[in-house]
């Protein structure tokens, strides 16, 4: 028996977040490998955090273990995303069609990718056979406009992974991906698909709520097929609560041969849950780091901390711009605040943005995830544009603002799912987009009113918590010892 075992993630590409949710299974898979004798090599195949630090947050998943136990960033397109507006956080609809035709279907079968329109001069590891891709001409390397870019150039770039890299794999674990069950049944190993994304069901919704004239959407069936064909060949597939849809999914996989199955609570971080967040050490000293530098630079603390979660997304990346660039006014009362997982730092956004050094002492040698839902519950409510960010806030007991996108269909889906059970109040992302700001504050002042936003605690308590641990023991023991 070999004592150490290969694992492949595949975390899509549309923002941070499946990312993340998977490093959350990964922690839970480390301990159960730790207590079992066995090393986990673990590869994530992802390009969404290639700027994002990602290599960094994956050797924290790792540390202070004693197995041999490996986590490696592998920069992959995985080739779907969603196209949007980067003015009014839009789904645009329209563009899909053309993302399928000159992207995914040319791309699909020479998965996994090379990516090739990372930004210039980031330096990639040089690790199984990955070199570094520098742009000599100043050619903006960022992933293409259907106009600017001829289908032949990217071909030429595309380099596959080495056959050899598949030998020895125990498991696949595909997040949106589902060009890894196609290769894990060629390579013959199993894979499972967790999450929210169904990607030619999504796709298809997406157009449908932009509008797209049937006939359009009709032309696109060849390519949603291809998807399709490829989620068929998962083992089985778990379902995120209050994040995946229920119903359309399990009509998806109806005739499938696929196994459904359901998570019935939410992921904390891979590692044991405090008994009582509300006494959570971590937690209770980050937001004493949190208020003390506030107060250094403003004439008193904060009366109330929002943390606003934004993804990696272009559009939210200038919110967080616009954020950072205003000046302090006579009546904000609320501090806004975003976490960097890669450096472990929080910065308070306003008057150019500074750092609150502090954190960085308490956020030390902290997973990027326990980060997170530290800064969730160090804070007093949250902003998010995503269901996952919601339910991080419900996890520690606090309120959050849920940013309605238009178009996104999953992103309607998953807002019904979370605003039903009281764990978010919804806004208009456009009213958020007019002024962020002040968007903000108002909703501060809502704040021990018997608002709404005070109430989702209530529901918040009633959740299960760490259903990623249940998962990881169940994966282990059917397809990894």
Request: charged residues 25%; glycine residues 8%.
């Amino acid at each position: 028996m070999s004592d150490n075992k290969k694992i492949v993630f595949a975390p899509h590409d549309d923002g941070s977040g499946a990312f993340m949710v998977l490093c959350r299974l990964a922690r839970a898979l480390v301990h159960l490998a730790e207590a079992k004798g066995y090393g986990l090599h673990m590869y994530f195949l992802n390009s969404s955090m290639a700027d994002q630090d990602g290599q960094v947050l994956l050797n924290r998943l790792v540390a202070g273990m004693k197995n041999d136990h490996q986590a490696v960033f592998v920069p992959t397109d995985n080739l779907i995303w969603i196209p949007k507006d980067e003015q009014m956080a839009e789904v645009i609809g329209s563009q899909i069609p053309d993302v399928l035709k000159k992207w995914v279907r040319p791309l699909w079968h020479s998965w996994p990718c090379h990516p090739n329109w990372i930004r210039p001069n980031l330096p990639i590891m040089k690790r199984e056979g990955w070199m570094r891709r520098d742009s000599n001409d100043g050619t903006d390397l960022t992933k293409p406009t259907w106009a600017q870019k001829g289908l032949s150039h990217w071909r030429t770039t595309v380099q596959d992974l080495t056959p050899n890299w598949w030998q020895d794999v125990a498991l696949g674990i595909s997040m949106g991906v589902p060009q890894l069950h196609r290769v894990a049944r060629r390579e013959r190993f199993p894979s499972v698909e967790v999450g929210d994304w169904f990607f030619s069901v999504g796709l298809r919704g997406c157009m449908l709520e932009s509008f797209v004239p049937s006939e359009i959407i009709a032309a696109t069936e060849p390519d949603l097929r291809m998807i399709e064909e490829d989620e068929y060949k998962a083992c089985e597939v778990w379902l995120t609560l209050h994040q995946a849809p229920r119903q359309p999914y399990k009509a998806h996989l109806a005739n499938s041969p696929v196994r459904l199955r359901e998570m019935t609570g939410l992921l904390w971080t891979g590692d044991p849950r405090p008994d009582d967040v509300r006494n959570w050490d971590l937690a209770i000293k980050l937001r004493e780091a949190i208020d003390h530098d506030i107060s250094q630079i403003r004439a008193t603390k904060a009366h109330r901390v929002a943390y606003i979660v934004p993804g990696t997304t272009p559009v939210w990346k200038g919110v967080v711009n616009t954020l950072k660039a205003r000046a302090i006014q006579k009546g904000d009362t609320v501090a806004v605040l975003v976490l960097d997982r890669g450096k472990g730092m929080i910065r308070l956004l306003e008057d150019g943005g500074m750092n609150l050094n502090s954190t960085k002492d308490v956020l030390k040698n902290v997973l990027g995830e326990e980060m997170h839902l530290a800064t969730c519950r160090a804070s007093d409510f949250g902003v998010t544009r995503t269901a996952g960010g919601v339910l991080g806030f419900a996890e520690t007991q606090r309120p959050s603002v849920l940013l309605d996108e238009p178009g996104h269909w999953l992103g309607r889906i998953q807002r019904d799912q979370c605003r039903e059970p009281g764990l978010c109040v919804v806004i208009p992302v456009a009213e958020f987009l007019g002024d962020p700001a002040g968007t903000i504050q108002k909703e501060a002042d809502k704040l021990g009113t018997n608002s709404d936003l005070d109430h989702i605690v209530e529901a918040a308590v009633k959740l299960e918590v760490g259903a990623e641990r249940a998962l990881a023991e169940y994966l282990f023991g059917i397809y990894i010892e």
